[in-house]
């Protein structure tokens, strides 16, 4: 009778590792599927912050683009003012460059007792032509 008793012995702790196995393989699976929905949620939330990360790309794609068109514009107007000052220094330098524009010049110096080298630094012209102009008598 005793190896009907080690037999049922045997199968009974065979039982009852069986019965740990399958406890076992329930725990990690309960572990696994909580494993498993925490991935999903962190999944979703990245998918979340995924679509705001593309909106505020977008929005700055837009905004990069409306600055850009706007400096197109401002280039545009820089450009005209450019060409206007340009013109208008030509004409300046023209004018200040012109016979009576000098002449004039010239009598103001010599009223104000400038020294006829003084005259021909501020005018550009030479020494001799200052001197001859208020020489000429054009000038007083």
């Not at 990360?53 to 706007?70: D, G, P, T, Y």
Request: no cysteine; charged share 25%.
């Amino acid at each position: 009778m005793q190896p009907i008793v080690w037999l049922l012995a045997l199968v009974s702790v065979m039982e009852l590792l069986l019965l740990f196995l399958i406890l076992m393989f329930f725990w990690r699976l309960r572990r696994s599927e909580t494993a498993l929905s925490n991935l999903q949620a962190n999944q979703e939330d990245m998918l979340i912050r995924l679509a705001e990360n593309a909106s505020l790309e977008q929005e700055l794609v837009n905004s990069f683009a409306a600055r850009q068109q706007e400096l197109r514009h401002l280039d545009g107007l820089l450009q005209v003012r450019a060409e206007e000052l340009k013109r208008l220094l030509d004409q300046a330098t023209n004018l200040t460059r012109s016979p009576q524009f000098l002449r004039e010049v010239i009598r103001k110096g010599h009223q104000q007792g400038k020294s006829p080298m003084e005259l021909a630094r501020a005018t550009g012209l030479s020494l001799d032509e200052v001197e001859l102009l208020l020489s000429d008598g054009e000038l007083g």
